[in-house]
């Protein structure tokens, strides 16, 4: 994102946000610097730069909370020896461990300044001004009743509505939050809890956001929600707009060519989105689907609500809609209760389906979870070796699609420089990165890539030629 103002109109202050976890949070982050940008901040590489520093966090990992405590005792030094030299660092904690933790943060570690929950951060800048009229009572000398200042409400207004339109698009794709919450209650999900309920925003909010993002030099617009096809928002003509509606009007937007939506449900998986697959040549042949785990027993229990033969049928549809479909998915071992005959059955589903990725975890408690509190908890060791075999499945499958696709030559959005001099990285369709040789200037752009080479976990290619280019 660039300060694009005259000198003279520049920020004076300056904001870092440490952003953890999903693409969601992703998204929340931008949008907080643009809020905070419209407040006069710029944004800070490194907290010792910065006036403000925002965590925003994400408690879907085991030890997610301890981890941002860990990352509040360093802040809370750099404020110490800030404030011997007269400049103080406003410390901000956001997204879902805020949520989670509400007042107990400020209370375990009090140079918290404010907590701020994922459906409230537009708010952001009254409880900056409250943090800021606190302190500056505190100099004062006065004794205050509680510190820091906290919003972990579910507002009835949508902070969509009270954002500013998003400023920058990094390297020709952006994410768009379209929905947010969700009523599905896993058992081993904390999403419900700290997101809230299912949220859809109204599609002509969608399309207009779409639109401010493509002519920024988006190209490539990534859809984003907790639940994103339970999508279902307002459409302009007054009726519910599903996401295969809005697929269909976000595909008429001239200078968009890829789009793509994550992450999803089974059960929300519709006829019209299937045929969103086969019908839109800019949805990408791409899709992420968790299934978590092959037994039925044990999706009961996580209370998936659907089974193993609801996944496998959809699966042939959505293949039968769009042959060179990538799926993805997420698993869970060792969920409680879990038997060698349960993994057996996820074994057998993944050998069955041929994934092109995966993320794959051990089951860890959620505290306030209902899976937290089931019986049957399974042995470390256990899960370990059932994690092992399972990846070691899903591996091999990731390296055997990205071979497959090894000869051909194909569209890939040219995003960031790679690790090595003269190496930039790109995303096919199907999002598997590919390395290749490549100039700065081919960033942002779509160009045509051999493929030379695959790997378990990306490609190699070589240039074939520019394709499409990022409007100037
Ligand atoms: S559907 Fe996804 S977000 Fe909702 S409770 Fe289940 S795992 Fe969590």
């Known amino acids: 994102m660039t300060d694009v103002r005259p ?47 925002v965590l925003n966090t994400c408690h879907i990992r085991e030890h997610a909370s301890e981890k941002v405590y860990s990352e509040l005792g360093r802040l809370r030094d750099v404020k110490q020896e800030r404030r011997g030299a007269g400049r103080d660092l406003t410390i901000a904690v956001a997204g879902c461990v805020a949520q989670a933790e509400g007042e107990e943060m400020v209370r ?86 700290t997101r809230g309920a299912e949220y859809s925003r109204p599609a002509a909010a969608v399309l207009a956001e779409a639109r401010t993002l493509v002519a920024a030099g988006a190209i490539e617009i990534t859809l984003l929600g907790q639940n994103v096809n339970a999508y279902h928002g307002e459409g302009p003509d007054g009726a519910t707009w599903s996401l295969a509606r809005l697929i269909q009007a976000l595909a008429e937007i001239e200078g968009l060519a890829r789009l793509r939506y994550t992450t999803s449900h089974p059960r929300d998986m519709d006829d019209d989105l299937i045929a969103a697959h086969r019908d839109v040549p800019q949805l990408m042949p791409y899709l992420h689907l968790p299934v978590q785990s092959g037994s039925d027993r044990i999706l009961a229990a996580m209370n998936r609500r659907h089974g193993r033969d609801l996944f496998l049928g959809l699966v042939d549809r959505l293949r039968a809609a769009r042959p060179d479909l990538a799926l993805s998915s997420d698993f869970i071992v060792g969920f409680p209760g879990e038997s060698d005959a349960d993994f057996d059955a996820t074994m057998q589903l993944v050998d069955q389906v041929g994934f092109a990725s995966a993320f794959s975890f051990k089951y860890s408690r959620r505290p306030g979870t209902p899976g937290s509190a089931l019986p049957d908890q399974v042995p470390e060791a256990v899960k370990t ?50 390395h290749l040789e490549g100039t700065l200037r081919l960033i942002g752009r779509i160009a045509e890539v051999r493929l030379t080479a695959g790997h378990a976990n990306s490609l190699a290619g070589e240039l074939a030629g520019v394709a499409r280019e990022q409007a100037a």
């Open 7 to 53: 000198d003279s109109q520049r920020q004076r202050k300056r904001v870092f946000i440490r952003t953890y976890g999903c693409q969601m949070n992703v998204y929340d982050s931008d949008r907080m610097a643009d809020l905070l940008g419209s407040l006069g901040y710029g944004l800070a590489d490194s907290v010792e730069q910065a006036d403000l520093a």
């Open 108 to 193: 375990r570690q009090p140079a918290v300044d404010i907590v701020v929950g994922p459906q409230a951060y537009h708010r952001l800048p009254e409880l900056l001004a409250e943090a800021e009229r606190k302190a500056a009572l505190k100099r004062a000398g006065k004794r205050l009743p509680g510190a820091g200042v906290l919003d972990t409400d579910f507002p009835a207004e949508s902070k969509f509505d009270h954002l500013p339109a998003p400023h920058g698009v990094r390297a020709g794709s952006a994410f768009l939050s379209i929905q947010e919450g969700c009523d599905k209650f896993c058992t081993f999900c904390v999403v419900p809890y």
């Open 385 to 434: 070796a059932r994690l092992a075999a399972l990846q070691s499945l899903l591996v091999k499958q990731a390296r055997a699609f990205n071979q497959s696709k090894v000869g051909r030559i194909v569209p890939v959005l040219l995003a960031e420089i790679g690790r090595k001099p003269g190496q930039i990285v790109g995303k096919t369709p199907w999002l598997q990165s590919v």
